[in-house]
Structure formats: C-alpha cells, structure tokens
C-alpha cells in the first residue's frame, strides 16, 4: 500500500499540471453598443490583444446588433462563428493570428473589431480582405495599432 502513495501524488501532479493553462486563461467583454467612442454601432474595445486559450464573450449591451467572424480574417485552423441576434456569444481563441468580426447588420456602417492573439501570424491576409468603406476606415487605425504591437515585441 506505501508502494502506491507515490503514484496517486503523481498521478495528481500531473492533472493539476495539465489544469494550470485553462486556470490562467484571461476572460474579455466586447460590448456591442450604439454609441461608441468611434461613432455609433461599435464594439468597446475595438481592439484587444489576447491569447491562445483565452476567452471573449461579446456583450449586446444595446438591441439590433450579432458578432461573428469576417470570413478571411481568420487564423488557419480557427474555427469561425456566428452569434445570435441580440445573444451574447462566448467564444474560445484556439489559434494564434488575427481575428476580424463583425456585427452583420452594421458592417457597412463600420462595425468591426480585431482580436490579436498571440503574434498576428495571418495579419497580411486579414489586411487584404475588401471591406466595405466605413469598415475600412476603422480597421485602418486597429491594423496600426496591430503592426505597432508586433514591432514592440
């Protein structure tokens, strides 16, 4: 029975090894509002930089508004999503790069967010997806913001 003692506390050693990432993973709130501090229809924060394994819920703080992926700005292998209208939608960042989102509704007029997780490996694919106008005057500033992190780093 001694014999065994050792290999439970190991055995429980390495399930709390592997638990330990999931216990660091940070948790956002992107608030879907419609009157932001780029204008009306926005995300608040447009831009956060994350990584793998963390988590962003976004938040209809206000009526008419979804989130989903930009189809393009996607890392490889991520896999993309579609919230509800006025349902908050939780999503997990399995893969490093650039995440672009929308809110459907208001693409045109603007509504756009870029998560970075980790180094944004697909950043020069994501810049080359066609935006609508207004979209692409508010990803202009978030793709700065994204180059001027990675330079820092």
Partial sequence: MLAK???IGL??????????????????EIAM?????????????????????????????DKGFNAEIIPGMLPLGARG?????????????????????KSMPYYGM???AVIQVGSPVN???AMSIPQPARAQARMEPIF?????NYEAN
Avoid: C
Wanted: cysteine-free; proline content about 6%; charged content about 10%.
């Fill in 123 to 125: 950043l020069d694919e």
């Fill in 81 to 101: 999503f579609r919230g509800g209208m006025n349902e908050p939608v939780t999503i997990t960042l399995t893969q490093e790069g650039v995440w672009g989102v």
């Fill in 33 to 61: 509002v419609h009157n932001g501090s780029t204008g009306a229809k926005a995300f608040e924060p447009a831009f956060i930089q994350a990584s793998v394994g963390d988590t962003v819920t976004f938040v209809p703080v």
């Fill in 5 to 7: 003692l050792p290999m």
């Fill in 11 to 28: 055995a429980a050693g390495f399930a709390a090894a592997l638990a330990a990432p999931a216990a660091l993973a940070a948790h956002y």
């Fill in 110 to 112: 603007g509504m756009v």
């Fill in 144 to 148: 700065a913001q994204v180059l001027q």
